[in-house]
């Protein structure tokens, strides 16, 4: 157990419904993530994949279970664990270096010496040129290059992602991901990567876990992915053990998939009943 | 607004603008000097002129503009922090923000113009009970903004600055005061004349300085010239108060992608 870098023990989240009652978002979640491991999760859109991820985090609280991290309990925020958000999650008001170093500031560092590791930062993600500039000058692709330095700048030893590259242009999106398993395999930290898109989760990781459909969704298949490292993300995906993965992941998600598309589509139906 | 096609802009424009203002003056004249409106009641635009330059060269304006303008600053001053203050702290404990909601919004839908007859009571003829009057008005324009500015910061920034490892007081500091700031700043330009209507609107109901004092006396023996002359003064010092308004903006909102009111045509 005490290998493990992350591990969910039987957690479950259930929200109060707005209209009354409550919705179980996740349930029964058993996962570990091993020190060093890549672990990405895969599952149909609105099947509880971040709510899995905020409980990691410690931003949400367990309604049942337990998160444990490097077998402590986790009470309060996970103080190991870096967080990499979906959404725009930089400081509007602070300069792209400030925003690096915003962290280390928070973290009683004198503000020389934070702004001389944020530079330094912020030249490994290739963006030594922007430093003052603001988060609405940046590009999205920048922006999130940003926020990487942003979290790795404090050295933590998990790794949290949020479909982080999820808005990007796929080009874009490919260079990120090449990027990120460069600085991972530099020191590798324990890294838990939530997306949508299988490919992604292929090409990045060691192992893949599959979430069903929500309500009460939970891991309904896991496969080690033995592909050598290192790894170019845009290459990998057309090498035969790549496409004989995909081909059975795929096999396990798909029901999964078509369950969680007529769940939105019913929701859509009965919202839209509800309004005329 | 980069048409420039069809709207002039730099130069060009501000001739444009003066033609304007030339134009009206010219109306004005020649309306009141062929008398088909009587002078008598709506001035006359060379007397009012030579007046406001009478004022200027003899320094008689300068004692009463600055007491005009010491009340605007002052109640831009502490309405701005006293709005700032209790709209951070209403907005970070939900109990004193439900408690205190119907008396808020009691307070802002009263005309508190009517306080000025109270506050002349309480703190006499002098800056004070300008400066109070002035108060009320900027306090709920900055309290409401900073309020929405604290309730609007983004839970993904909130959450992101926790991540990082920010406590409470630098959640304040980081995250919610700049957020908040940025909202004062775009109620900037009504706070500032909402400062200066109070400071104005108080001499005008009692007072012994003030151009609002000046504009109430020459009222008193019918000499509207004065009165229009005191009025263009007002009018060109809220024009310089909103430009110096504009100038700070710009300069701590760098990081807002051109939003705000700072662009006017």
Redesign the interface.
């Known amino acids: 157990m005490s290998d493990c870098a992350l591990s969910f023990a039987a957690v479950s989240a259930a929200f109060a419904a707005p209209g009354g009652g409550r919705y179980t978002a996740v349930a029964g979640v058993d996962l570990d993530v091993a020190q060093g491991e890549f672990v990405c999760v895969v599952g149909p859109t609105g099947c509880g994949k971040s709510t899995l991820l905020n409980m990691a985090?410690g931003?949400l609280q367990p309604s049942a279970g337990q998160v444990r991290v490097f077998g402590q309990p986790l009470d309060g925020?996970n103080?190991h664990?870096?967080?990499m958000?979906q959404?725009?999650?930089?400081?509007?008001?602070?300069?792209a270096i400030d925003n690096v170093m915003?962290?280390l500031?928070?973290?009683g560092t004198s503000p020389v010496e934070a702004r001389e590791q944020a530079r330094y930062w912020l030249q490994r993600v290739g963006l030594a040129q922007h430093a003052d500039r603001?988060?609405?000058?940046l590009s999205g692709g920048m922006k999130k290059r940003v926020?990487l330095a942003?979290?790795l700048i404090?050295d933590p030893r998990i790794i949290l992602m949020d479909e982080p590259f999820s808005a990007l242009d796929i080009q874009t999106r490919q260079l990120m991901e090449n990027e990120l398993l460069d600085l991972w395999s530099a020191d590798r930290k324990s890294v838990l990567f939530i997306t949508h898109d299988l490919e992604e989760a292929i090409a990045l990781s060691d192992r893949v876990v599959v979430l069903s459909a929500g309500p009460a969704s939970h891991p309904i298949g896991e496969f080690a992915i033995g592909l050598p490292r290192p790894r170019d993300v845009a290459e990998i995906r057309l090498t035969p053990h790549f496409v004989e993965l995909h081909g059975r992941i795929w096999g396990a998600m798909k029901e999964e998939v078509l369950k969680g598309y007529a769940q939105s589509q019913g929701m859509a139906r009965a919202s839209g009943g509800r309004h005329e | 607004m980069n048409d420039s096609h069809t709207v002039p802009s730099g130069l060009r424009l501000r001739v444009y603008q003066l033609l304007v203002l030339l134009a009206l003056f010219g109306l004005w004249w020649g309306l009141t000097a062929s008398a088909i409106l009587p002078p008598f009641f709506f001035g006359e635009p060379l007397r009012v002129l030579v007046r406001i330059g009478e004022w200027f060269a003899s320094g008689d304006i300068y004692p009463h503009l600055g007491v005009t303008l010491i009340e605007t600053v002052l109640a831009f001053a502490f309405g701005t922090g006293l709005g700032l203050a209790v709209g951070l702290w209403l907005a970070l404990s939900p109990t004193a923000a439900v408690l205190a909601d119907p008396y808020i919004k009691a307070a802002n839908a009263m005309p508190r113009v009517i306080l000025a007859p109270i506050f002349a009571v309480w703190f006499g003829l002098g800056i004070g009970s300008k400066v109070a009057l002035g108060i009320t008005l900027v306090f709920f324009i900055v309290f409401f903004n900073v309020y929405q500015g604290i309730r609007e910061v983004?839970p993904?920034?909130l959450?992101?600055?926790?991540?990082?490892?920010?406590?409470r007081r630098?959640l304040l500091r980081?995250?919610y005061l700049?957020?908040a700031m940025?909202w004062v700043f775009s109620s900037l330009h009504t706070s500032v004349g909402m400062a200066f209507v109070g400071a104005v609107v108080g001499e005008y109901l009692g007072s012994a300085k003030g151009v609002g004092y000046l504009i109430l006396q020459a009222e008193g023996s019918f000499d509207i010239n004065t009165v229009f002359a005191g009025i263009l003064v007002l009018t060109a010092c809220a024009l310089l108060l909103d430009g110096l308004v504009s100038q700070v903006e710009r300069r701590l909102l760098?990081?807002?992608?051109g939003q705000g009111n700072t662009e006017k045509i």
């Open positions: 985090a931003l925020l103080r664990a870096g967080y958000f959404a725009d999650s930089l400081m509007p008001w602070k300069s915003a962290g500031i928070f973290r603001y988060p609405h000058q926020a942003q979290m404090l | 983004s993904v920034v959450a992101n600055a926790r991540m990082l490892g920010a406590g630098q980081h995250v700049p957020s940025s760098a990081w807002q992608p």
